[in-house]
């Protein structure tokens, strides 16, 4: 869904939008860009998952009796190894394959502000 609002400019939802929606008493566009804003707003959803992430990882810690951290603590890094390890993967082999575009896209002004050209600017190598 946040790709679709980079990619298409009825989407976006900026100030100027807002203003112009209200100015000229069009409240259903006005309804629909906060409802857009709101679904697709990245950094409220971070937010969420790491308030109810913290909240199911520490509600079980709370009874005493079943209290097992050491144990929690090994199975959570097992768990999360897997995907970490695959999306690793991944992305070694899209810069194995030469199938990495962030530097192209990076050198296209009206397309990116130059932050894309940061990452992956190294060969892919399995070596340390």
């Known amino acids: 869904m946040c790709f679709l609002v980079f990619t298409t400019p009825f989407l976006r939802y900026d100030r100027e939008r807002l203003v ?33 992430s913290g909240y199911a990882l520490s509600v079980g810690q709370l009874n ?10 090994t199975s959570r890094y097992f768990r999360l190894m897997m995907p970490i390890l695959i999306t690793s993967l991944i992305a070694y ?10 530097l192209q896209v990076a050198t296209i002004p009206e397309r990116s502000s130059g932050w894309l050209g940061t990452f992956y ?7 340390m």
């Open 20 to 52: 112009r929606d209200i100015s000229s008493n069009n409240y259903l566009d006005f309804l629909a860009g906060i409802f857009v804003n709101f679904i697709t707003d990245g950094h409220l959803a971070v937010l969420i998952f790491f308030v109810l």
């Open 64 to 73: 005493l009796a079943k209290r097992k951290l050491a144990l929690a603590t």
């Open 93 to 102: 082999l899209l810069l194995k394959l030469n199938l990495m575009f962030n």
């Open 121 to 127: 600017k190294f060969d892919a190598n399995i070596k």
